[in-house]
């Protein structure tokens, strides 16, 4: 927390706005607006995983559709497609961003329309541990078939990409606050809009779909997904801080990368190009198998010196529940990060003896 949080928290319950509605959510909307510089198209909901599933909704994505989403990333990524009753295809990562290959995107979308005669309804790409998909290339591809792109930019608030702000790059983008993101409201998300209208259109789903009229009138499925007005002034307080949390992880990031440099087998995630600027919501290696240790070990012995790490994403294709859904892969990166990556503490509170005593315990482990 950076301080003035409960100030607003107070103000919610002076005022009585203690309801999914009021001031606190206006000016957080606003104020997000402002930062990712997408003014009077931010929605605030009460999780990222709404806004994921209200962006599928807004995109038409139905029963019986499939949509695209990139492997490796957090469930959470892939469950709202199922929630629609569509189907999740699944994209495999490139080695510069681990995040969604076009090239593959391209190859997934041409097989889908091979197989199903049906285009999938929606792209999921993802700005994993905040490094900035390759947004150019997969908007592209994205355009040459005409499917919408739905951004899960929910670890990477304030990441860059061209200079232009993560969230903003898709028709639509989805945000999270959960308490382990870059900025919280204890639990909450957004969803980035077209315009304003469709920001109108977003409100309605959020609130139960309640039409115009005097009494509860209702023509389509509604979702209670708005953000409470108690979350949102967290939010406002954040906002104070947003910047301070992203130069942090930055910082943080830059240390691990001095502090690790040297010691063979261990590769500190770097922005592949300048043109990437990461937020490094968490700082990540990859241990190269050469060094006789796998992260797993190198968790545990971290564990038993109080440093908490855990193993990267395991991607969706090789999850149970997924276990039947088509993927393209590029010659299994994302399996190969899962078996070798670690992250990093990396929280803004951290400070630089953390990260020293951290970057000290790995070289032990792997000396
Ligand atoms: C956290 C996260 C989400 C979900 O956000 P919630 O606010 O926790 O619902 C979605 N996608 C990714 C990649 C995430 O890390």
New binding site residues.
């Given amino acids: 927390m950076g301080g003035n949080e409960q100030h607003w928290v107070n103000e919610a319950f002076r005022s009585g706005w203690v309801v999914p509605l009021g001031p606190n959510v206006d000016e957080f909307e606003r104020l997000l607006g402002e930062y990712i510089n997408a003014p009077g198209r931010v929605v605030a909901l009460s999780?990222?995983?709404?806004?994921?599933h209200l962006g599928l909704v807004m995109l038409g994505v139905e029963k019986g559709d499939e949509v695209v989403c990139q492997s490796f990333?957090?469930s959470?990524?892939a469950n709202p497609i199922c929630y629609q009753g569509a189907s999740p295809v699944f994209v495999g990562s490139e080695k510069d961003t681990w995040n969604m290959d076009p090239e593959a995107l391209n190859r997934c979308i041409a097989d889908r329309v091979r197989a199903t005669g049906r285009k999938p309804k929606a792209i999921v790409p993802?700005h994993?541990y905040g490094l900035p998909a390759k947004m150019n290339e997969i908007l592209a591809v994205a355009d040459k078939w005409q499917i919408p792109v739905l951004e899960?930019a929910?670890?990477a608030l304030g990441s860059e990409l061209d200079g232009k702000r993560c969230g903003t790059f898709g028709q639509y983008g989805?945000l999270?606050?959960?308490g382990?993101?870059i900025i919280t409201t204890s639990?909450?998300?957004a969803l980035v809009c077209p315009d304003a209208e469709a920001a109108v259109r977003v409100k309605f789903y959020a609130t139960q779909a309640r039409e115009n009229r005097p009494y509860y009138y209702h023509e389509v499925i509604g979702y209670n997904y708005r953000m409470s007005n108690v979350c949102a002034g967290v939010g406002v307080g954040q906002m104070d801080v947003l910047q301070e949390h992203v130069d942090r992880r930055r910082a943080i990031h830059a240390l691990y990368t001095e502090l690790l440099a040297e010691v063979p087998g261990v590769e500190v995630k770097q922005n592949p190009t300048p043109a990437f600027d990461s937020n490094f919501w968490l700082s990540t290696i990859v241990i190269d198998p050469a060094t006789g240790h796998t992260p797993d070990e190198v968790r545990l012995a971290l564990a038993a010196l109080d440093i908490e790490t855990r193993l990267l994403w395991r991607p969706m294709h090789m999850q149970p529940v997924f276990a039947d859904a088509p993927y393209y892969g590029a010659g299994d990166v994302e399996r190969e990060l899962f078996e070798r990556g670690l992250c990093l503490p990396s929280g803004s509170i951290l400070d630089d003896s953390d990260i020293e005593r951290t970057a000290a315990a790995i070289k032990g482990v792997l000396a």
């Fill in positions: 999780a990222g995983t709404a806004a994921l990333t957090f959470a990524s993802v994993l899960d929910a670890e989805a999270s606050f959960n382990n993101k639990g909450g998300g």
